[in-house]
């Protein structure tokens, strides 16, 4: 059981490794790489659907890229500001930066402006839903530790 192995700290007590791997005192917080893949995920769907089912061309290539690195660079500044906002805010920015990265990708796909306007506002009134009641209901434990150091 190596996970579990005693470590030395600097003052030379013996300390025990959390179970898991993790460290208990940050407890798990998504940084940069969350967005990096949500950001590659994307710019791979803007690709395909510009494509149209033709030959891949550098416009294709270039689009994809671009829509990668401005939704990667978007999502990881709203990931950044929104815990400091308040909880409806903080659901409307997430569900107003989703629904608009949808319509604009469903819009690539020749529907009409209507059709994309109304699958956007589906896609960001579901996201809101969902955030809002995340942000209300569910509270991380890292949060709950700095509660609990509040109230001693």
């Keep these: 059981m ?10 030379g007590q013996t300390a025990r ?13 998504p940084g940069w790489h969350w967005p990096a ?22 416009q294709n290539i270039l689009f994809g890229i671009v829509g ?9 500044a709203l990931h950044k500001a929104a815990p400091r906002l308040a909880p409806e805010v903080r659901a409307a920015s997430w569900a107003v930066f989703l ?3 949808f319509g604009f990708l469903y819009a690539q796909s020749n529907h009409s402006i209507w059709r994309t306007c109304v699958m956007g506002l589906i896609a960001g009134g579901s996201t809101f839903v969902w955030a809002y009641y995340v942000y209300e209901n569910v509270t991380p434990p890292w ?10």
């Design 68 to 76: 990668a690195l401005v939704f990667c660079a978007v999502c990881l």
């Design 17 to 29: 490794r959390p179970a898991g791997g993790a460290d208990a005192r940050r407890g798990v917080r």
């Design 37 to 58: 893949l949500l950001g590659v995920a994307y710019g791979l769907w803007a690709f395909a659907i510009n494509r149209h089912g033709g030959p891949v061309t550098w």
């Design 99 to 101: 629904g608009a990265a």
């Design 2 to 11: 190596a996970h579990a192995a005693p470590t030395t700290t600097r003052t």
């Design 143 to 152: 949060r709950q530790r700095q509660e609990r150091r509040r109230v001693e």
